[in-house]
């Protein structure tokens, strides 16, 4: 399986982007998905994941409210819609994917499959 994450760019802070993150492979339906970010001198954080339905989703305290994620099977793709951005939000955003319907812990190792990762900056 292979990842392509895309729609990172420069926005100003309270504004809006929705980052797409497109899977190759047969198989994309049956994992869940997740995205992580990282910004520099700082470590690989969670952002949220969802299941392989997307009837189940989990978000770090820190976007809980502002970003949604969400998935289309049919198209192979999972989004992170990120709103009300803050410049703090500012890091490199990477979607994975683990080979299990559903993932219950927030940490990377969980992951089995990485992106290429975008770039995201807001300014303030």
């Known amino acids: 399986v292979q990842l392509q994450a895309s729609g990172g760019g420069l926005v100003q802070a309270g504004g809006s982007l929705r980052l797409s993150c497109a899977a190759s492979g047969r198989t994309f339906s049956t994992y869940a998905m997740g995205w992580f970010r990282q910004a520099p001198g700082k470590e690989r954080e969670f952002v949220a994941d969802i299941n392989w339905s997307g009837m189940l989703t989990h978000y770090a305290d820190s976007v809980k409210g502002r970003f949604t994620i969400s998935r289309e099977n049919a198209k192979n793709t999972v989004y992170l819609q990120m709103n009300s951005l803050k410049p703090e939000d500012t890091a490199v955003y990477y979607c994975?994917?683990?080979?299990?319907?559903?993932?219950?812990?927030?940490?990377?190792?969980?992951?089995?499959?990485w992106g290429q990762g975008t770039q995201v900056t807001v300014s303030s």
């Open positions: 994975a994917g683990a080979r299990k319907s559903t993932v219950y812990t927030r940490n990377s190792y969980e992951y089995d499959y």
